[in-house]
């Protein structure tokens, strides 16, 4: 359970195209009692995923939205978020989550269509 940075919701797409864009939005509250500077990261097979912001710092009950992206590798993907908060001295970890997104693939539609009669003049 945080003490300081909570994750409230993680927002993903439930599948992605490989070689698509990933945009993960990850929500957070300072649930303390004073201001606090906090940070978001995120990483899948050993790969970070890029973040709008470093850190921020949010004031008591404060909610902010941390956007994250990644390029969709060639399978499926379960990415680990962590917050953290800065004690004045180090980061501190705070809480985790974690989102499945799935590699999403093509599927071919086919079209109706008709021919018309062909007439030769």
């Known amino acids: ?13 439930v599948s992605v195209l490989p070689g698509d864009y990933a945009i993960v939005d990850v929500t957070v ?4 009692g004073s201001d606090k500077d906090i940070a978001i990261t995120g990483v899948f ?28 590798p060639n399978d499926n993907v379960r990415l680990t ?3 953290w908060y ?17 590699l999403a693939t093509l599927v071919p ?3 109706e269509f008709l021919i018309q009669d062909f007439v030769k003049v």
């Not at 359970?1 to 797409?13: H, R, S, T």
């Not at 097979?45 to 009950?61: A, G, K, M, W, Y």
């Not at 800065?86 to 799935?102: E, M, Q």
């Open 1 to 13: 359970m945080a003490l300081v940075a909570d994750i409230v919701k993680v927002d993903a797409p």
């Open 29 to 32: 509250k300072n649930i303390s």
């Open 45 to 72: 097979d050993s790969s970070n995923i890029t973040e709008q912001f470093n850190d921020l710092i949010l004031s008591p009950s404060q909610v902010v939205v941390f956007r994250g992206w990644f390029i969709m």
């Open 81 to 83: 978020i962590w917050s």
């Open 86 to 102: 800065w004690n004045g001295t180090s980061w501190v970890h705070d809480a985790t989550n974690y989102v499945d997104i799935s």
């Open 109 to 111: 539609t086919i079209s």
